[in-house]
């Protein structure tokens, strides 16, 4: 009896006190931090948005979110063009006996560290490293070109990861798609690419987008592999923000300049949230 009056609150209550202190009270603190001001050594407490009008009035601030933007944009593209055939093979072409080690293989680069993969593409792309050192070998290249520590190199490596995350949210929307879709498109006169462009591409978007929106997220605010593969040539945002943090450190600015990364990615779930809701439907 005493558990029906409290209804399900013994369940919920622990994870509403996680998501409390984790995420909710250091999401406040943060906000309020950004409208302090950090006057020489000195922390200002007064409330203001000095920081907000500095990001947007400082051309290396501004330019920081347009190259997250642009680097994010472009890995999300890569991503989703590379993955969608390679999905496409795993669950059409490749039989279905062999599909979960395919799987298994495809997921491979999810087990090793994030930081070796960086440094593994670094050792790669390096003036010494492993295509220049063949190129060179094979005489079409008298000098070493430059590919490490560039926006070329950072979404290399940022592909490698999420290729294999968009492929295994396309793969799962393609298996759910009944056969029916297809034999009922080819008895209306459908060729295969047409199939494909009115029937399937339509009903596997949710996939994508979800695939896509994870790309987005986990890409935009990642430090380690635009620091270790970009190096300083593009300064993205996360590295606008541990700076602000190593060098004065000035805490008010970086928590602004994290606030702004948050309402970014807001906006990218706002412009996803059709999709997502059909993919949880």
Not at 67 to 85: D, F, G, H, K, R
Not at 119 to 147: C, D, F, R, T
Not at 232 to 250: A, H, T
Request: aromatic share 12%.
């Amino acid at each position: 009896m005493r558990g029906r009056r409290l209804g399900p609150w013994p369940f919920i209550a622990p994870a509403l006190a996680y998501t409390a202190l984790f995420f909710a009270i250091p999401f406040v603190v943060m906000a309020v931090v950004s409208l302090w001001t950090l006057s020489g050594t000195a922390l200002d407490m007064t409330p203001g948005f000095g920081n907000y009008i500095r990001f947007f009035t400082t051309e290396s601030f501004f330019k920081a979110i347009r190259n997250s933007l642009e680097v994010t944009a472009l890995v999300t593209i890569v991503s989703v063009v590379l993955a969608y055939p390679m999905a496409w093979i795993l669950a059409e072409k490749v039989p279905v006996r062999w599909q979960r080690m395919a799987l298994i293989l495809a997921i491979l680069p999810f087990w090793t560290s994030y930081v070796v993969r960086s440094y593994a593409w670094l050792l790669v792309l390096a003036e010494k490293g492993v295509i220049n050192s063949w190129l060179m070998g094979l005489g079409l290249l008298n000098e070493p070109v430059q590919m490490a520590n560039t926006r070329f190199a950072t979404v290399l490596g940022f592909a490698h990861f999420f290729v294999m995350l968009l492929t295994l949210t396309i793969y799962a929307n393609l298996k759910q798609l009944s056969p029916n879709y297809r034999r009922a498109a080819a008895d209306l006169g459908a060729n295969g690419i047409q199939t494909f462009i009115h029937v399937i591409l339509p009903l596997t978007l949710p996939g994508i987008m979800v695939g896509a929106f994870l790309t987005f997220v986990l890409a935009i605010g990642d430090y380690i592999t635009p620091q270790i593969l970009g190096g300083s040539n593009e300064l993205l945002m996360p590295q606008l923000i541990m700076l602000q943090i190593l060098r004065k450190p000035d805490f008010p600015m970086a928590s602004a300049l994290s606030i702004i990364l948050m309402i970014v990615v807001s906006i990218a779930y706002l412009a996803c949230a059709r999709w997502l809701k059909l993919e949880r439907a």
